[in-house]
T-cell receptor
């Protein structure tokens, strides 16, 4: 059974640009969540999607957005990149997103220069 | 507002001994807790979980204990192995209302080093 797949693994962008990250959840999982990990803030929740609907959103500015497709694949977009957006972005999938375990992908390492 | 806290940034133990990782939480609405293990530049790997209706859950070398009155949980690894060296995160879920979906609240992590 394939795990959670995130692409690309590494990305370097310039300030002001935008970026799109992709996540393919485990087959059959309908919930996809996104997290940002930085040394100073740890793992912070960005948002969660279930059946193409955003059900929950963390405390991040509107530059961070996402969507989910009918096959449960999800993308997150960050516009007008800032140096502080440099982080490891993690995607997690789960069956029902409340009492089931979330399985994480390997993450996308974004560096903003 | 750090609702889940891991007060020990690091822990060092000898191979074969017990590793005890601790986690405290402040939100009494949390009712499901998970432990994850993470290597650098990789995603967290699920280890073990516990519901608030239980006080103990075991899976092989890993046991999680929950003390609801103290809002404290711990992960015991027995015996510890060098391959267990990683960052360990505890996480909690609050099921109240629609703001809980998909949201794990993580502690800051504890770096475990197991020496051969």
């Amino acid at each position: 059974k394939a795990g959670v797949t995130q692409t690309p693994r590494y990305l370097i962008k310039t300030r002001g640009q935008q970026v799109t990250l992709s996540c393919s959840p485990i087959s059959g999982h309908r919930s996809v969540s996104w997290y940002q990990q930085t040394p100073g803030q740890g793992l912070q929740f960005l948002f969660e999607y279930f059946s193409e609907t955003q059900r929950n959103k963390g405390n991040f500015p509107g530059r961070f957005s996402g969507r989910q497709f009918s096959n449960s694949r999800s993308e997150m977009n960050v516009s007008t990149l800032e140096l502080g957006d440099s982080a490891l972005y993690l995607c997690a999938s789960s069956l029902w997103a409340r009492y089931t375990e979330a399985f994480f992908g390997q993450g996308t390492r974004l560096t903003v220069v | 507002d750090q609702q889940v806290k891991q007060n020990s940034p690091s822990l060092s133990v000898q191979e074969g001994r017990i590793s005890i990782l601790n986690c405290d939480y402040t939100n009494s609405m949390f009712d499901y807790f998970l432990w994850y293990k993470k290597y650098p530049a990789e995603g967290p790997t699920f280890l073990i979980s516990i519901s608030s209706i239980k006080d103990k859950n075991e899976d092989g070398r890993f046991t999680v204990f929950l003390n609801k009155s103290a809002k404290h949980l711990s992960l015991h690894i027995v015996p510890s192995q060098p391959g267990d060296s990683a960052v360990y995160f505890c996480a909690a879920i609050n099921p109240a209302g629609g703001t809980s979906y998909g949201k794990l609240t993580f502690g800051q992590g504890t770096i475990l080093t197991v020496h051969p």
